[in-house]
Structure formats: C-alpha cells, structure tokens
C-alpha cells in the first residue's frame, strides 16, 4: 500500500509542477486548480483529505482492538481519531485558511505571523502534545517512534513550512515551491502515520486471536511477531 499511495503524490506532484510550469503566475484555468497543490478543491487536497479521514477512522477502531487486548479505557485512540477527522475536513474545506485574519484584528502581531491562523493553532497543538505525547511513549517503541515522525512531518508542514511561505506571499516563485513542499510533508506524514496505523492494526488482531504470546506481539515490530511455539522447547 505504501508504495501506491507514495506513486499517487509522485504523479500528483508532476501534475502540479507540470501546471505551474505551464500557467506560471497567471490566472489559472478550471482544470488547472484542480491539479495546484496550493490550491482548493483539487485532487491533492481532496487526497490529503482522504489520507486523513481514514487516519481516524482506523484510530476509532484501533481503540476497540486495544481495548479487547489489553483491557482499559484507551480513550486517546478517539482523541488521536477526531483529530485526525478535522484535520481531513480542515483539508477538504479550507477551514484555517478562512480563519485568517481575525487575530490580526485583535492583537498587533508580528510579521513573522503574517499567516495569523498560527495563533489559533498554536495553543490546542500544546495541549494536544502534553495530553497525547506521554502516552505515545508508553507504546511498543516501533510504534511510538514512527508515530511521533509522522506528527513531525505533518505539524511540521502545516503549520511550520506555512509560517514560512507566508513571509513570500508577494512572491511568487518562492512562495510556490514552498508552499509545495508544505503539502509533501503533510502527505508524507499521513501516508505514515496511516501505514503505522494499519501495521499495528495487524498485530492487535494477532494477539487478540490467541495466536501469539500476548506482550511479545505488542512489543514487537509487526514483520516479526513472536509466536508461542518459537518462543522455546515446550515443557512436559
């Protein structure tokens, strides 16, 4: 799957460049905006927003599974999940975007925050950190690392990159490629976090058909599970 989704930014990204290359810093046709990664309403906001929607939905059932196996109230998994759903429609509808420009009526910003939805997100991502990030430690190590980078990747883009190519707003060519490489890393961290999401999706169902030693399989990375009868000689 990984594969698939990473060849669908490859000719999402050649589409981009290619209509960019083509329309430069004019007004761009119908079909064009559906293919500009900068833009609303294309394909790859409607892909993103795909990725991320189903980022939340095997987070709601990935608190099912956890909680068969080992018991629990694993609410965050539904935290992780609802997140994970507004981000998708945050994506679809451009809602951040439109939130722009009430704080700067509110308060004297710096230039630096010229993207002024930054101050709403700001604070609910502290939060979501101090809640989300200790509990993230607690799981299998495979798991926690690649679920932090794919958090990394994704804020990284969303709201670091973007803080950037707003300073370029007037510019064209800066602020294209940089707000090009903003939606790769967004696309690169759901594609990862999704793909974590659904490996141990795997080794949840495994442990909760009894076909594998219960904390071994949590522990371990999901190509290679321990299996009871692996685990050494049987006693008589």
Known sequence: MARILI?????LLVAHVVTVT???????????????MNGEYGFPAGFSA???????????RLRSLHE????GDHWRWVLVGACMLFAAVDEAFMIHERAGGIPSEWFDLPEFLRLDWVVFAIPPLLLLAA??????LRLPRWLS???LLAAVLFVGGAVGVETISGQFTDTWGVYT?????????EMAGAILFLITLLRYWEVLA????????HDAVLSSTPRTPTRIGDAGPARG
């Open 7 to 11: 060849g669908v930014v490859a000719v």
């Open 50 to 60: 795909l990725l991320l929607g189903t980022c939340g939905l095997v987070c709601f």
């Open 131 to 136: 809640l989300l990030v200790p509990w993230i």
């Open 68 to 71: 068969r196996v080992q018991g």
């Open 206 to 213: 495994t442990a909760s058909t009894g076909r594998a030693d």
């Open 22 to 36: 083509i329309v430069g810093d004019g007004e761009p046709g119908w079909l064009a905006r559906r293919f500009d």
């Open 145 to 147: 690392v690649r679920m």
């Open 177 to 185: 490629v940089a707000a090009t490489v903003e939606e790769l890393l």
